[in-house]
């Protein structure tokens, strides 16, 4: 259980073009999934909270009107980057938690590898 | 500020045991996490801790104290498909995730 997907798995585009990214908890409800962005050989940086019903929060120093977030139903939150350009390159991968479970450890999707030429 | 430190890189050899730290300074704790993240891929679960002691599962066992806010990854019978980045993570009192940079694990035959 507590399988959460995304697609696409990798995207390439040209600047200045919109991608979209979904993600989906299959097997469980997520109010609350959190995507991020990794940069080779770094850690994972925090993008922003979606929630569902609401506006997402957003991390310090990421663009809202560039990163859309939208959380529409309690299975699908979705990332669109916005006018891409190469420095948006990027690994996105999101998560939500699982709030039926005690330890409340995120789950993960497979990543999305974005390049934007 | 909040931190989590664990070491960039370490390399162990097949069959051995390796043990992976974590120190944290958050703001409240409420649980500590490790993740494997293999190249390329997504993160995915190992453990949680969230009381003082030694958690086993399998070759893995995780350890906290956090009177020390320390905590540490045991990996033992080291195999191939180890080899990967181990993150650590703390959840803190506004129940948010603290990410470690990770550690990059290599096997050695």
């Known amino acids: 259980g507590a399988v959460v997907s995304q697609h696409p798995s990798w995207v390439i585009c040209k600047s200045g073009t919109s991608v979209k990214i979904e993600c989906r908890s299959l097997?469980?409800?997520?109010?609350?999934m959190f995507w991020y962005r990794q940069f080779p050989k770094q850690s994972l940086m925090l993008m922003a909270t979606?929630?569902?019903?609401?506006?997402?929060?957003?991390e310090q120093g990421v663009e809202k009107d560039k990163f859309l977030i939208n959380h529409a139903s309690l299975t699908l939150s979705t990332l669109t980057v916005t006018s891409a350009h190469p420095e948006d390159s990027s690994f996105y991968i999101c998560?939500?938690?699982?709030?039926?479970?005690?330890?409340?450890?995120?789950?993960f999707g497979e990543g999305s590898r974005l390049t934007v030429l | 500020g909040q931190n989590i430190d664990q070491p960039t890189e370490m390399t162990a050899t097949e069959g051995a045991i390796v043990q992976i730290n974590c120190t944290y300074q958050?703001?409240?704790?409420?649980?500590l996490f490790w993740y494997q993240q293999h190249a390329g891929e997504a993160p995915t679960f190992l453990s949680y801790?969230?009381l003082d002691g030694l958690e086993e599962k399998g070759r893995f066992s995780s350890f906290l104290s956090r009177s020390k806010g320390y905590s540490y990854l045991l990996l033992k019978e080291l195999q191939m498909k180890d080899s990967a980045s181990y993150l650590c993570?703390?959840?803190?009192?506004?129940?948010?995730?603290?990410w470690g940079a990770g550690t990059k694990l290599i096997i050695k035959p």
């Open positions: 998560s939500a938690r699982d709030t039926g479970r005690e330890t409340g450890e995120l789950f």
């Open positions: 097997d469980f409800q997520a109010t609350t």
């Open positions: 979606s929630n569902e019903g609401s506006k997402a929060t957003y």
């Open positions: 958050t703001s409240g704790f409420n649980g």
């Open positions: 801790n969230v």
């Open positions: 993570a703390v959840k803190d009192s506004n129940y948010q995730l603290i």
